[in-house]
C-alpha cells in the first residue's frame, strides 16, 4: 500500500438477511433471502484527501459507511486503516483505538444527539470513553474549544440539544466527531436534512476544519452539487458496486460511464439552455431490486448500450484514461467518454 | 459518566430556578390545573400516604400488641352509634382491636407491600425488556415467549400458583414468618410483563437511533451505552405504567389476602381486615370489614386517578 493511503477497502460485501422468521422457511418452505447492499466495492482513500460516494438512494452508499467505522460487519472483503485489517481486530481495545481516530457525522441532526443530555456532555463523550481528558476542569476547557472550532460558543454547552436548529446541532455532532481527534471523518449525507444556505455554511466549514485539522473526509452525498463543491475525488455507485471512479474535475467535464452520465444530465443547470427551466428530471427507469440484481452489468436495463456481453458478463473497474471504469463500452472503445459540453451543477451557495 | 455541569461554578448557578421555572410552566402542572378529580384524588392520595407514613405515631392503639387488647372491648360498634365510644372512634373487632388502628395499620402495610411489589416487578421487567429489546434474535424470542406464556394466566392464578408452591415446600412456621416476602415476589412475577413489553418495544425503537449508533461508533461499552443512553430515554413511559400497576398490586394483594394466602391474621393488611370482618358481617358487626374495605377503595380509586391523569398528561394525543 502507497505510504498516504489512509483507507483501503477491497472487494467489500455486506448481505442484509431479509429472510422469514425461521419457522416461516420450514412450514412454507421459503428459503434465505439477501439483500446485497454491496457487491464488492473497493476503492482507497488518501491522507487529506476528500473522497465522495455518490448514487440514487439505495445503492448502499449508507453501508459502506457503516461497515468503515464498524457498525456493520462485512460479510467478505476487508477495511485496510492506516495499515491495520480492521476485520481481524478481536480484542475491544486495538479496536476501541483504530474507533478513537474513524469517527462518523450522521445524517439526522435530530436523532444523532442524545436529546436528554447537555451539549457539553455529548461533545465530552469520546474524550471521556477513551480517557483522554480526567480532569474535570481541563474537560470544560476542552468542550469549549471544540464549540468554538464549529462556532458555537462555549456557553452553548450548557444547554440542550433541542434549543438549536438542525444546521447548529449538526456543528455540534462535527465537534463530537472532532473531540478525539481522528484522522478520518466518515460523513454520511451530513446537509441532506438541512436547508439549501445552512448546508453551504456546513460544507464551509468542513472544508476548512479539514485545511486546519488535515483532516481525510469520506464523503457521501446523492446531492451532486454538494459533491462538486467538496470532493477531490468520487466514486459513483449503483446497485452496490462501484461503476467508476475518478477525480471530481474529470467527472464533472467527462463523465465516462453511461450512469455517471445519465446522473450528470439531471442536474438542474444555472443557465438552462433555450429557455426550458432548469428543473431536475428523475433519472430514467427504475433502480432494480438489490435481492435480484441484473445478471452482468447491473445497468444494463437502463443502458442505452447495452449488448449480449453486458448482459453475461460483469464488467470490472479498470483503468480508462485517468479514471477507473466499468463498463464494457468503454473497455470495448464503442463509448471512448461522451465529450458533452462541461457540466458545472449549480453550486448552492 | 460523571455530570458535566461542574455544580460551583458560576455558569450553573441559576441551574435550580430555572428549573424549578420549567416545571412551573410545564404541561403537566397545567393539566393538573385544570382537573378537578386530578386534585381531589391527589389530596385523598396524600392524606392516605401522610396516614401510612405517620401511622406509629398517629394511631390510638398498637393493635400487634396482644396486652393492649380487652376482651372486654370486643366487637364496640362505632363512637356516633348506641354504646359507642370514643375510645374506639371506628369501633373494635371481636378481639378489642381497635378498628382505625387496624385500618392505619393495614393500609401502610398494603402500601409498602404494593410498592415493593411494583418496585420489584418494575426492576424485573425493564431488565428483561432491555435484554429482550437490545440483544434481539434469540434472547428476544426466549423471553418474549415466557412473557406471552405469563400474560395468557390471570395475575391472580399466577400469585396463587407461586403461593401454592411455597406453602408446600416450607415448614408451616417459616411460611408465617415470609410470607410477607412470598406476597411481594408472587405480585412482582406476574406484573412484569407489562414492563418488560414496553421497555422491549421503546428499545427496539431507539436502538436504532443515530445517537446510539453514534456512542458505538465513539467506542462506547454496550453496556455503558444500555445504562446512559437508552435507560434514560425508555423509562419515562413506564413511570405511568408504574403509577396504574400500583393500584392493581395493592388489590392483587388484598384479594390474595382476603383469599386467605397472603397476608396471616397477626399482620394484617386490608384484604387481611376485610376477610377477618366478613365473618362478622352477617351477624351485624358491619364495620370491622367495611371500614378496611372503604380505605382500600380510596386508596386504590386515588392512585388510579393520577395514573390515568399522568398518562393522560404524558400522551397528549389522548386529550
Ligand atoms: N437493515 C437493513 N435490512 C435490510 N435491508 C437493508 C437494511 N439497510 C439497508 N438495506 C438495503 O440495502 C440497500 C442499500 O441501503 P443503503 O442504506 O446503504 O443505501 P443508501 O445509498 O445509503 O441510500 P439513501 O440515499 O437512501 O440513504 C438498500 O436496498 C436497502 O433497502
Ligand atoms: S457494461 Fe454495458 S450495460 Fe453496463 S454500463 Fe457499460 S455499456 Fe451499459
Ligand atoms: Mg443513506
Known amino acids: ?349 | 459518566m460523571s455530570e458535566l455541569t461542574a455544580s460551583g461554578t458560576p455558569a450553573s448557578v441559576p441551574e435550580r430556578p430555572q428549573r424549578w421555572m420549567r416545571f412551573v410552566d410545564s404541561d403537566l402542572l397545567w393539566s393538573f390545573s385544570r382537573s378537578p378529580v386530578t386534585m381531589v384524588a391527589a389530596v385523598i392520595a396524600l392524606v392516605i400516604i401522610g396516614a401510612a407514613l405517620l401511622t406509629p405515631l398517629i394511631a390510638p392503639q398498637d393493635p400487634y400488641d396482644l396486652a393492649s387488647l380487652s376482651l372486654l372491648d370486643a366487637t364496640a360498634p362505632p363512637a356516633w352509634l348506641k354504646d359507642g365510644s370514643w375510645n374506639y372512634p371506628l369501633g373494635t373487632d371481636n378481639q378489642g382491636r381497635d378498628v382505625l388502628s387496624a385500618v392505619l395499620y393495614g393500609t401502610r402495610l398494603s402500601l409498602l407491600l404494593g410498592c415493593s411489589a411494583v418496585i420489584l416487578s418494575f426492576l424485573l421487567g425493564v431488565t428483561l425488556g432491555l435484554i429482550a429489546g437490545w440483544r434481539g434474535g434469540i434472547v428476544d424470542a426466549l423471553i418474549m415467549r415466557v412473557a406471552d406464556v405469563q400474560l395468557s394466566f390471570p395475575a391472580i392464578l399466577i400469585a396463587l400458583l407461586i403461593d401454592g408452591v411455597v406453602r408446600s415446600v416450607l415448614p408451616r412456621q417459616v411460611q408465617t414468618e415470609i410470607s410477607l416476602y412470598v406476597t411481594v415476589l408472587a405480585i412482582a412475577l406476574s406484573y412484569w410483563v407489562h414492563f418488560a413489553r414496553t421497555v422491549r418495544g421503546s428499545t427496539m425503537v431507539e436502538r436504532n437511533k443515530e445517537y446510539i449508533q453514534a456512542a458505538r461508533v465513539i467506542g462506547v461499552h454496550p453496556a455503558r451505552i444500555v445504562v446512559g443512553h437508552l435507560l434514560p430515554n425508555v423509562v419515562g413511559p413506564i413511570l405511568v405504567i408504574a403509577t396504574i400497576n400500583l393500584a392493581t398490586a395493592i388489590l392483587t394483594e388484598a384479594t390474595l389476602s382476603f383469599l386467605g394466602v397472603g397476608l396471616p391474621p397477626t399482620e394484617p393488611s386490608l384484604g387481611t381486615l376485610i376477610r377477618i370482618g366478613n365473618d362478622y358481617l352477617l351477624s351485624g358487626d358491619w364495620w370491622i370489614s367495611i371500614f378496611p374495605g372503604i380505605a382500600l377503595a380510596l386508596l386504590i380509586l386515588s392512585v388510579n386517578l393520577l395514573g390515568d391523569w399522568l398518562r393522560d398528561a404524558f400522551n397528549p394525543k389522548l386529550r
Open chain 1, 1 to 349: 500500500m502507497p505510504d498516504d493511503t489512509i483507507l483501503e477497502v477491497n472487494d467489500l460485501q455486506h448481505h442484509f438477511d431479509v429472510s422469514p422468521p425461521a419457522l416461516d422457511r420450514v412450514l412454507r418452505g421459503k428459503g434465505r433471502v439477501a439483500v446485497k447492499a454491496l457487491d464488492g466495492v473497493s476503492f482507497s482513500i488518501r491522507r487529506g484527501e476528500n473522497f465522495s460516494l455518490v448514487g440514487e438512494s439505495g445503492c448502499g452508499k449508507t453501508t459502506v459507511a457503516r461497515c468503515i467505522v464498524g457498525l456493520y460487519r462485512p460479510s467478505a472483503g476487508n477495511i485496510v486503516f492506516d495499515g491495520v485489517d480492521i476485520g481481524r481486530l478481536k480484542q475491544r481495545n486495538a479496536m476501541s483505538r483504530v474507533r478513537r481516530r474513524m469517527q462518523m457525522v450522521f445524517q439526522d441532526p435530530y436523532a444523532s444527539l442524545n436529546p436528554r443530555w447537555r451539549v457539553r456532555k455529548i461533545v465530552a463523550e469520546p474524550l471521556v470513553t477513551h480517557r483522554l481528558v480526567t480532569d474535570k476542569a481541563e474537560l470544560r476547557t476542552r468542550v469549549g474549544e471544540l464549540l468554538e472550532q464549529v462556532r458555537l460558543s462555549p456557553a452553548d454547552g450548557d444547554k440542550f440539544p433541542h434549543e438549536f436548529s438542525g444546521g447548529q446541532r449538526q456543528r455540534i455532532s462535527i465537534a463530537r466527531a472532532l473531540a478525539a481527534h481522528p484522522d478520518l471523518l466518515v460523513c454520511d449525507e451530513p446537509t441532506s436534512a438541512l436547508d439549501v444556505s445552512v448546508q453551504a455554511q456546513i460544507l464551509n466549514l468542513m472544508k476548512d476544519l479539514q485545511r486546519r485539522l488535515g483532516l481525510t473526509y469520506l464523503f457521501i452525498s446523492h446531492n451532486l452539487a454538494v459533491i462538486y463543491q467538496i470532493s477531490d475525488r468520487v466514486g459513483v455507485m449503483y446497485l452496490g458496486r462501484l461503476v467508476e471512479v475518478a477525480t471530481a474535475d474529470q467527472l464533472f467535464s467527462t463523465p465516462r460511464h453511461p450512469y455517471t452520465q445519465l446522473l450528470l444530465e439531471t442536474i438542474p443547470r444555472l443557465d438552462p439552455p433555450d429557455g426550458s427551466s432548469g428543473e431536475r428530471e428523475p433519472v430514467a427507469g427504475e433502480v432494480p431490486n438489490p435481492i435480484h440484481p441484473p445478471p452482468g452489468c447491473a445497468f444494463h436495463p437502463r443502458c442505452p448500450l447495452a449488448n449480449d456481453r453486458c448482459r453475461n458478463e460483469r464488467p470490472s473497474l479498470l483503468i480508462a484514461d485517468d479514471a477507473f471504469v466499468a463498463c464494457h463500452a468503454v473497455h470495448e472503445g464503442r463509448l471512448s467518454s461522451r465529450l458533452a459540453e462541461p457540466h458545472s451543477p449549480a453550486r448552492c451557495d
